[in-house]
């Protein structure tokens, strides 16, 4: 029988784009992953093999949204390896409930959506329409949200709306009262009238007790069990920032979320969120076993961070929270100028400790350096660690604050993404 297909991990995000669109999917790809949506996005060269063949099917059997990518090339190319993926998401959705968020069609120039080569399927969602490749804080925002909201079908639409919107790129969303809502409060207000209706009837008329009977022996109520917990599921809790200087906290921040997006990277691990883990941020009286319990992983990374110049010593240690087992353990102290290569060893390391597999295109991913400038990352670090204290009663100054020092590290190096969508999604909040 057929392999059934699973339900949605609400883990990542599958990019399917014909090989010249390759640098605006990687755009897109590096804008989510900032804002800590994983995106899986192949970057191999040589595509093809029954192993490449397999995790691609298997990639988007799992993914959580499936993204196709429309151009002048995808219009242009009547075979390709792209339609094969755009014909695996059509046939997920079979599967899946009518209205489900799994499709978002995304157009990186100005092919018109009328005369779209796409399978009819994606035309009966809406549409987004990114330039180049180039994301707008809106759409990051959206993305998040639907990653993030109950995988269940959208309301279904009045007959007289439209069924699309040529402006946006998700399903729509009705907010009237559905069908089956007034059908509901039909039967509570029956329910009401009879209940009325018996209860004022004289007790004369009323039928006689009849007598109760014989309690039958309670089933033993069943005890759940607990859902069992993968061996290479990980949480890295906050490093303590050592650092003489205090005000290096953010870098300490800052190390501990790449060593996240690091092994996050990684299909084989299960990876607890930063935001999880921030609640643990203290490490007096950790007790690693709870902590494993209440995020639901097996393993827990934690470490120090000690900044000295141009130095950076970090001491990390991987433990079996289950057995309180030592697993593995290093420290390192390089220059920072190799603080990348630092997190890409790490990672490497942790990967090997949990024998989890480890494929070509995720080792090129950790070797991939987002900056060769240390000053333009290190700026970076403190606008985010900024950022991530804004608050609904934040001064407008607060926000061009921070915007300049993404502006600044954007600045010293154009061609590092990161702190060109932080400043964009920063702009967009503040307005």
Request: net charge negative; charged share 25%; aromatic share 8%.
């Amino acid at each position: 029988m057929p392999e059934a297909t699973p339900a949605p991990s609400g883990r990542a995000v599958f990019l399917s784009y014909a090989r010249e669109d390759a640098e605006a999917a990687r755009r897109i790809a590096d804008a989510l992953r900032a804002f800590g949506v994983e995106a899986w996005f192949d970057q191999s060269e040589l595509r093809g093999g029954d192993a490449w063949d397999q995790k691609i099917k298997r990639q988007i059997r799992e993914c959580a949204l499936f993204m196709p990518l429309i151009s002048a090339t995808t219009q242009g190319r009547g075979e390709g390896y792209f339609r094969r993926e755009w014909k695996l998401g059509v046939e997920r959705t079979h599967d899946m409930a009518a209205g489900v968020a799994f499709i978002v069609p995304v157009v990186i120039d100005d092919t018109p959506e009328s005369a779209a080569l796409v399978p009819e399927e994606f035309m009966r969602v809406q549409w987004t329409r990114l330039p180049h490749g180039v994301p707008s804080p809106e759409f990051v925002t959206q993305v998040k949200r639907l990653m993030e909201s109950p995988r269940t079908p959208a309301p279904a639409q009045p007959p007289q709306a439209s069924a699309r919107s040529t402006t946006g790129g998700f399903p729509p969303v009705n907010r009237g009262i559905p069908g089956w809502a007034w059908g509901a409060l039909a039967v509570i207000a029956v329910g009401v009238v009879a209940a009325l209706y018996l209860g004022r009837r004289p007790e004369a008329v009323m039928p006689p007790k009849a007598e109760p009977a014989p309690a039958a022996a309670a089933a033993p109520t069943p005890v759940p069990t607990a859902p069992e917990v993968s061996s290479k599921s990980i949480a890295v809790l906050p490093f303590a920032n050592f650092s003489t200087d205090k005000d290096n906290e953010f870098f300490a921040d800052g190390l501990q979320d790449e060593v996240i997006t690091a092994l996050a990277k990684i299909h084989d691990l299960k990876v607890i969120s930063r935001t999880s883990t921030m609640a643990y941020k203290n490490p007096e009286g950790r007790n690693l076993k709870k902590i494993a319990g209440e995020l639901g992983v097996a393993t827990v990374l934690e470490g120090s961070v000690q900044r000295m110049g141009s130095k950076v010593h970090l001491n990390v240690q991987l433990i079996d929270a289950r057995t309180d087992q030592h697993l593995w353990a290093d420290s390192y102290t390089e220059d920072l100028t190799d603080v990348f290569a630092m997190e890409s060893s790490l990672a490497g390391e942790v990967v090997g400790a949990l024998k989890a597999s480890f494929t070509s295109d995720e080792k090129a991913l950790l070797a991939r350096r987002p900056t060769q400038d240390v000053e333009a990352f290190d700026l970076y670090l403190q606008g985010r660690a900024l950022y991530e204290k804004i608050s609904i009663t934040s001064s407008v100054e607060y926000f061009d604050r921070i915007a300049h020092i993404f502006e600044q590290a954007a600045a010293r190096d154009p061609s590092f993404l990161l702190p060109h969508v932080a400043a964009a999604n920063l702009h967009g909040e503040a307005y």
